[in-house]
């Protein structure tokens, strides 16, 4: 993006220099990704349901706090205590509606708080959606937490190498201000957490997400999300259905320990 070369280049030096060594007692959170389940597994983004309901029983039955995502960036943000050992979060992207037939019973049983990121576009409009109606009726339990995941999900890098300048910045302040008004409009309370589409972002689209009010965003690189990663480009781990019994347990554990080199 040639015509914020200089803005990027100010912009990353500030985000290196957030960077600081992590101690050994110092909190390290592995926020886990899923985007689909099934009774079979279609596709790499698909875990089985049965896989699932393993992984949140391993949680369980290995000592790990699942903890509210709100409830890891108010610590960051100085608003809470620090999160307990073994926290973990967990949160859901995109909005499919697997997420309402296959995974909604196991995360209530377990009550399990979930971060639910969705693209609103396909919100009551494609298929493999959920309704309002079912997003509405998940929000009203006290486990599912509703957020953005911009409007329809776009490819930020291949935009902004065939928008002119102009129109590229009038898309992105569209995609994060647009679903960020429906959203609050919607369910009647601030929302402040974006997760990025596809993992992809820079200093200039953190901040445009700053400016249009989010107070942290999520990507997909795994590792364990600590006080010193800057708050706009949190980490996430993508699960796999791939991820069960020991190898689910190994994901937490090296999560934790890229934090800590």
């Not at 965003?217 to 364990?224: D, S």
Request: a positive charge.
């Amino acid at each position: 993006m040639r015509f914020i070369s200089n803005f990027l280049a100010g912009a990353a030096l500030a985000i290196a220099m957030q960077f600081s060594p992590l101690s050994a007692a110092e909190a390290a959170v592995p926020i886990l990704v899923y985007h689909r389940f099934g009774p079979m597994r279609s596709d790499t983004m698909t875990v089985t349901t049965a896989h699932f309901k393993e992984q949140m029983d391993l949680l369980c039955k290995n000592h790990f706090s699942v903890i509210p995502l709100a409830s890891f960036v108010g610590w960051r943000l100085g608003r809470g205590s620090a999160p307990p050992p073994r926290s973990v979060v967990v949160t859901f992207d995109d909005g499919h509606v697997s997420v309402y037939r296959e995974a909604r019973s196991i995360v209530i049983k377990s009550q399990i708080p979930v971060t639910l990121f969705i693209y609103l576009s396909c919100i009551s409009h494609a298929s493999y959606a959920m309704t309002w109606e079912q997003v509405l009726e998940l929000a009203a339990t006290p486990y599912f937490t509703v957020q953005s995941h911009t409007f329809w999900h776009p490819n930020f890098k291949q935009d902004s190498k065939k928008l002119d300048r102009v129109a590229y910045a009038a898309s992105v302040d569209m995609q994060l201000r647009r679903s960020k008004a429906v959203l609050e409009e919607k369910f009647k309370r601030p929302v402040h957490f974006l997760a990025w589409p596809f993992g992809i972002y820079d200093p200039y689209l953190v901040d445009r997400a700053s400016a249009a009010g989010y107070q942290a965003g999520f990507t997909i690189e795994c590792r364990a999300a600590t006080r010193s990663d800057p708050l706009l480009t949190l980490p996430r781990c993508l699960v796999s259905d791939n991820d069960v019994g020991p190898r689910f347990l190994e994901l937490l554990d090296s999560a934790i320990r890229r934090a800590r080199d």
